[in-house]
């Protein structure tokens, strides 16, 4: 924020604009305000929306301990050293708020951060509108701030996970020998939200075995990739080594392409929108019930008006002061 500007523009608006110029504990605070969820990330939204769209989304997801974090740090350290602004939002649904960094992907991501790369721990669980308002949010906040590609990590396993890829351009599944296989990701329904697979852990025996069930898996499915017929490839990783992390970014950047030849990207991109409007009027609508839950008084229990009758002349009470 500069001094020429008056004392009377909000000071979400402020952040927002210093945000854009770079500066990176402004882009903190609207993350946290983004968190916290209510009027002050609507705000933060609104301040925010009209400066995106120019930002890679790329998701990464897999199985715990498969080595996303390792993943994440090396790529995004190999894309800061080529000159690109990477952003790393790590989601962790199922821890209640922290504000700040998770201690071990701290210690994982320290190349990343060594370079310049903003990374930032996000938790859901608390979130009033939960994860599917916060993360978007989030993406929106490093979108304008001019980062690119912004990398989601999510942390933990199970439906969540899943979930993730749908506020992705680009989803990343990683497996790796043993727990975590390519069965078990196919288990967690990973095969079919899977644009770009790494098998990473690859100085381990048994990576190969995981690469070629893999294989075998696409072989058998009768998903389609996500972009047509297009098979996802599969990137062989050492993470902690390096090792294949220039592969990936080429067949993270190639993703991209594929996505703009033709009209995929903006139909991820408005498929996600309509799921985000989806959220926010979930969360209005489900506010205004409990409202009227807690204001109208209910009558005691009436023989002749069952709970659905109830519920629909609250709701049409509901509708009429929605919309008058
Ligand atoms: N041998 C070997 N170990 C690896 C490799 N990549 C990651 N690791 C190790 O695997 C462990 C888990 O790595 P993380 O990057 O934290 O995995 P993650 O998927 O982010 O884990 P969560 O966020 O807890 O789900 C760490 O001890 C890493 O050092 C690899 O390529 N080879
Ligand atoms: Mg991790």
Do not use: C
Request: net charge negative.
């Amino acid at each position: 924020m500069g001094p020429t500007e008056p004392a009377s523009l909000p000071v979400v608006a402020q952040l927002a604009e210093a945000s854009r110029l770079g500066d990176r504990s402004a882009t903190a605070r609207l993350l946290s305000l983004v968190e916290r969820g209510g009027d002050l990330a609507d705000e933060v939204a609104s301040a925010t929306h009209s400066h995106t769209g120019e930002a890679h989304v790329v998701g990464i997801t897999g199985a715990p301990g498969s080595g996303k974090s390792t993943i994440t740090n090396s790529l995004t350290t190999l894309l800061a050293e080529a000159g690109k602004r990477p952003a790393v939002l790590a989601v962790d649904p199922s821890s209640p708020l922290t504000g700040g960094a998770i201690l071990g992907d701290r210690v994982r991501m320290n190349d990343a951060s060594g370079v310049g790369v903003f990374i930032r721990s996000m938790a859901t669980r608390g979130h009033a509108g939960g994860l599917a308002l916060a993360v978007p949010g989030a993406i929106r906040v490093l979108d304008a701030a001019g980062f690119n590609p912004v990398v989601i990590e999510t942390v933990g396993v199970g439906q969540v996970e899943v979930d993730i890829t749908d506020a992705a351009d680009t989803t990343i599944v990683v497996v790796a020998p043993g727990w975590g296989d390519a069965v078990q990701a196919n288990k967690a329904g990973l095969l079919e939200v899977a644009d770009l697979f790494v098998v990473n852990k690859a100085d381990r025996p048994g990576a190969t075995d995981v690469s070629r069930d893999l294989e075998l898996m696409l072989d058998l499915s009768t998903v389609p990739g996500r972009v047509g017929t297009e098979r996802p490839s599969i990137t062989m990783t050492t993470a902690t080594e390096g090792e294949g992390i220039g592969e990936l970014a080429t067949a993270v950047a190639g993703h991209l392409e594929l996505l703009s030849q033709g009209v995929e990207l903006d139909r991820r991109r408005e498929t996600r929108r309509i799921a985000e409007v989806r959220a926010h009027l979930d969360y209005l609508l489900g506010g205004a019930a409990e409202e009227v839950l807690a204001t109208e008084r209910l009558e005691p229990v009436q023989a002749f008006e069952s709970p659905m009758m109830v519920a629909r002349r609250l709701a049409r009470r509901l509708a009429g002061q929605l919309l008058g």
